[in-house]
Structure formats: C-alpha cells, structure tokens
C-alpha cells in the first residue's frame, strides 16, 4: 500500500480572516486532502503574540474551525485541532530554541515589520521574536513534507527546514523529515491590499477598505472593489503584470482563483475590455463565492456539538503522533525517561 505524505498547516484565530488567506492556504488545504494525510491547525499559541482580549480570542478559535469547515475541509479525511491542546508542540519549541540562532532570528522578516508597526503600543515581546521556532515545532512534530502557505510564510519554513538539517546532523540523519513548502500554483501565494497594490493584504490591517474579508456582504465587496486601485494606462489594457500593473494583476489573480479559470483564459476573455469590466466580474463572482461560504459557515458554526466532537478527536489524534517524535527527541538529547 501506498503511504501517503504528510501535511501540515496552520492559521491564527485571529477574526478577520481575508480572501487572501482563502486563496494562498485555505483553497489549498482543501484541494490537496484527497492526495496527503493532512494535519491543519487553529495555531491560538500564535496568535498570543499580539494582545487578544480573552473573550474574542475564545470565540475566534470556533469561528476558525467553522471557517475550515465551510471551506470543505473534512475532519474525518484529515486532522483538525487547536494548538494549545497539544503540548508537545511548546516542549518541542523550547528544544528547539537551543538549536537556533539569535542572528538567525533577528533576519526574519516578518519580525521587524512586525516590531515597526508594534512600536506605537510597546508591546514588542520575546514571543513574536520566537514565533518561527514554535512554527517549526508544529511542523517537525509530525514528520511533515508539505506545507502549504503563502509567500509571507516561506523565510519560516526555511527556517524550519534549516533548524531541522541542524539537529539531524548532530543527532542522526533521519530524525525530522525536511519540510516542503507548498504554495499556489495559480498566481495567489501573496494577494496585495486593494487600496495598495504593493502591500500584502493582512487580516491586521486597520483599514478595512483594504481587504476583502470573508463575511463581507455585497454591498461591501461592491464598494471595496469599486474603489481597488488600477492604473491609468491608455487604452486600458488587462493583462498579468505584477510590477507595471499591480492592481489589475491583483484583481485577475483573485478571480482567477475563486473561479478555477486560468489568467491566460481571463486574459483573452477580459481583452479590449475596460477595467470597469473586469471589477464586475470580480464583484460579482466574489459575491456568489461568499454567499455560498456565509451560508455554510453559518450551519456549522451554530452546531456546537459538531465542533466540540471535532475539537476532542482532533487533539487526541495529533497528541498520539506528536509523543512519538517528541519520546524520540527527549531519549535522543538524554533527557531521562520515567
Ligand atoms: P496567518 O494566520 O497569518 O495566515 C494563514 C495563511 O494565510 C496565508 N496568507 C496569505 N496568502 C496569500 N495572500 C495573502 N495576502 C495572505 N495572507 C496570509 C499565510 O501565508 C498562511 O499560510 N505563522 C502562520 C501560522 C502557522 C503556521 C504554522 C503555518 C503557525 N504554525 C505551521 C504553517 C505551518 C501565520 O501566522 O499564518
């Protein structure tokens, strides 16, 4: 029999989840459970690096695991369980603080344009600076060979990928499996901001006009569409050009990916039209896109046995494979066993 390969992934339950997040993890998790053995994560430990008011983030952990639910992703194919109820993903991490590199660390990118944007509220905590050991925590645990991201993620899969290389050098070659990343094939490891087309679109972002959230209604992807940013090329022309038109091959990618049509195709359809053309289409297949995840997320979101089932069998079933590399590790480092 054929085993198949591991994947791992993981999102913060921190509300505000964006198309963006759809297309580079969400769509992906879905497409590939029918190939791995697939193991997807609410990474709440994570999410703690920036302050959360308890009762949201409490809320936010169930509205997350609705959100993979309407994204058709199934509990009885694959693994889905929240982070802090295994925890030997923090004992992990702390081993694998003393194999990593504080000059390692500090080259991360995601950690200093989080600390300028942090700088305003001070809270620049030794968490976000270890964020990316406890992301490899959650990676080597479970002998993974995937993971599908999108763009921002990969310095910390590279990172994983270098911590593990490191400890199997010392200890033995085949103690981690060495990760893969896995990003969007289509163009969509890194959807941008529609008011800034050269900025990541962030589930932080404090301007809600620049991003398109998953329960947005219609009125509100009509309006937030309307006012993306294009360019002002005589004659209009649609085209994927992510350095000269970074808005239009924005817009482009995100239908592309929610209507499963290749650009090359969108390309030829939209071709001698105006952009006003190519913001309808937008508007309007985003609108069914989300109507039809709203409704979903609504029927499982309210079935709270159904998540609570989910939620225990999940830990369960990531606690027993997570002991085992991790018994592994502790006789291997000569921690001593009871
Ligand atoms: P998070 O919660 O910021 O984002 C979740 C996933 O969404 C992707 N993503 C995007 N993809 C395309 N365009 C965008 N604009 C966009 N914004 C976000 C992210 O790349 C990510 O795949 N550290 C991770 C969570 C995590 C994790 C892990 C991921 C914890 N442990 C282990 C993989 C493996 C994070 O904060 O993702």
Same mark, same amino acid.
């Given at each position: 029999m054929l085993i198949k390969k591991t994947v791992f992934s993981a999102i913060q339950p921190t509300g505000n989840i964006t198309i963006g997040n759809y297309i580079g993890a969400l769509q992906q998790w879905n497409q590939i459970q029918k190939k791995y053995f697939c193991i997807y994560c609410i990474a709440d430990l994570h999410s703690l690096t920036i302050y959360q008011k308890p009762n949201i983030l409490n809320k936010? #952990?169930?509205?997350?695991? @609705? &959100?993979?639910?309407?994204?058709?992703?199934?509990? !009885?194919?694959?693994? %889905?369980?929240?982070?802090?109820?295994?925890p030997q993903h923090t004992q992990l991490s702390w081993i694998l603080n003393c194999f990593t590199y504080f000059g390692e660390l500090k080259r991360m990118i995601q950690f200093k344009e989080k600390i300028l944007f942090l700088k305003k509220n001070n809270n620049i905590n030794i968490g976000l600076f270890n964020y990316p050991i406890l992301m490899a925590a959650d990676i080597l645990l479970y002998q993974t060979n995937k993971?599908?991201?999108?763009?921002?993620?990969?310095?910390?899969?590279? #990172?994983?990928?270098?911590? @593990? &290389?490191?400890?199997?050098?010392?200890?033995?070659? !085949?103690?981690?499996? %060495?990760?893969?990343?896995?990003?969007?094939?289509?163009k969509g490891s890194c959807i941008m901001s529609l008011l800034n087309p050269f900025k990541k679109m962030s589930k932080s972002d404090s301007n809600s006009n620049n991003i398109i959230n998953l329960f947005d209604n219609n009125d509100m992807i009509t309006k937030k569409i309307n006012n993306a940013v294009t360019d002002s090329d005589i004659p209009p022309r649609i085209i994927y050009d992510k350095i000269n038109k970074p808005g239009i091959s924005n817009l482009l990618s995100i239908l592309s990916n929610i209507t499963n049509n290749s650009i090359k195709n969108l390309e030829r359809e939209f071709k001698g039209k105006i952009?006003?053309?190519?913001?309808?289409?937008?508007?309007?297949?985003?609108?069914?896109?989300?109507?039809?995840?709203?409704?979903?997320?609504y029927k499982y979101r309210e079935n709270k046995k159904l998540l609570n089932n989910i939620i225990v069998n999940g830990s369960n079933q990531a606690q027993k494979l997570a002991k085992i590399t991790l018994n592994n590790i502790n006789n291997l480092i000569g921690l001593y066993n009871k």
């Open positions: 936010n #952990i169930l509205d997350t695991l @609705a &959100i993979f639910l309407a994204c058709d992703i199934d509990p !009885n194919k694959n693994i %889905i369980f929240i982070q802090s109820h295994v993971v599908p991201v999108g763009k921002d993620q990969i310095q910390h899969i590279e #990172i994983a990928r270098k911590i @593990a &290389i490191r400890f199997n050098s010392i200890y033995g070659k !085949n103690i981690f499996t %060495i990760p893969e990343k896995i990003i969007n094939p289509n952009y006003n053309d190519l913001k309808k289409s937008v508007i309007k297949n985003l609108c069914i896109f989300l109507h039809t995840f709203q409704k979903k997320y």
